[in-house]
């Protein structure tokens, strides 16, 4: 079935001479110099996947998470299957398309009203203390039937589908899948693929791979910024998966309520948990806070480019404390929404703030204590600090 997609798409490709865009005609992604600033650094487990299918693998890495999924809500992963050469080839892809011009992007500009994620956002939409925001992005569906033919993405990009939907599908399987038996054996469950079962990569969700481009600022645009001091959110589907790039930035909320900053660990992925999963969990799996701040002085004349990937249960998982874990039960979850909500609505409803940023800043100003209720009783908050 998956090959079918992706032949699909290389015979879409063929169609039409891509060979412009080879990868040795593209001018390659090279990292920036990690920072020698001493920083607070965050203390992260590392998970080494390798280890999954060896005999007690699971139950190893499973320990190894307990303390991470519950009071963290951040951890590594490497050795997930995917070679280097592929990653690097994917931060080209990103660098080629942020350089197009302006008016080749915006003919796939994301459709902000209909709370829709995928294609460019261009920067500057949203407010960040007294300036506008440095980021764009560029966000793929997942390339399964519900979304064939309802993207279409610029010749660079279109050059490059088979590698792309390969990349994500294999990010799907290698780490998220693996991840959910993981939370599924510190859950306790009494079937370690019930995670799995509400993340079939061939269903319908919004899970999504995305290339992202934070802009050097001056100093009088970090001043302008707060250093971004202000950006602390919680993600919101199941986990995020975030390839190592150098320029640091990233900061988790411990806690102890102290910001710690994410290292650059080579040949990792960083994961952190998010809304979903804590839904599913009544909070018991940790959605950790985190923003991302003006790079230390070092590293702050430079592009800040990330490859991430998002995952989503389906849309019609109903989004209520699983209720045959042992350990949920012990420490007596509630459900998070006063009715019962499904994925597609908690979507809706917390992307339309994410990417409508004039109604977010009405309904927090309407609220007038720092909270606005995402859906059905659930609120989110404004990290001022
Ligand atoms: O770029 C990063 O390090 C994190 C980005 C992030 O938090 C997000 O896109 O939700
Ligand atoms: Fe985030």
Known sequence: MSTTITETIQTQSDTKNYDQYSLDKLSPYVHPPETKAELPWSELVTLDLEDYDRPGGKDRLAKQ??????HVGFFYVKNFGID?????????????????PVSEKEKYEVNYAAADYNGWRRPGRRLQATTRDNIEMYNFAKFTKDFEGKYDHPDLLKAHLPEIAWFQRTLHSNVVLPLLRLFAIVLQLPDEDYLVRQHIFEEKSED???????????EEEWVAADYGKKGGHTDLGTVTLLFRQPVA???ILGEDGEWTWVSAQPGTITVNLADTISHLTGGWLK????????????????NRTGLLYFARPHNRTVLEPITDSPVLE??????????????EEWVRAKQTLQLNPDIAAKRYAESGDGTVEVLAGFRDKKYKE
Do not use: C, I, W
């Open 84 to 100: 280097q050469k592929l990653v690097e080839e994917q931060f080209t892809l990103a660098k080629n398309f942020f350089e197009l």
């Open 208 to 218: 999504h791979f995305r290339y992202m481009l934070y802009y050097p600022r001056t």
């Open 249 to 251: 930035g990233l900061q």
């Open 65 to 70: 998470l307990e303390h991470a999924v519950h």
């Open 330 to 343: 012990k420490a007596g979850v509630k459900p998070r929404f006063d009715q019962l909500v499904t994925m």
């Open 287 to 302: 959605s950790s806070v985190h923003r991302v701040v003006a790079p230390p002085e070092d590293q702050r004349e430079y």
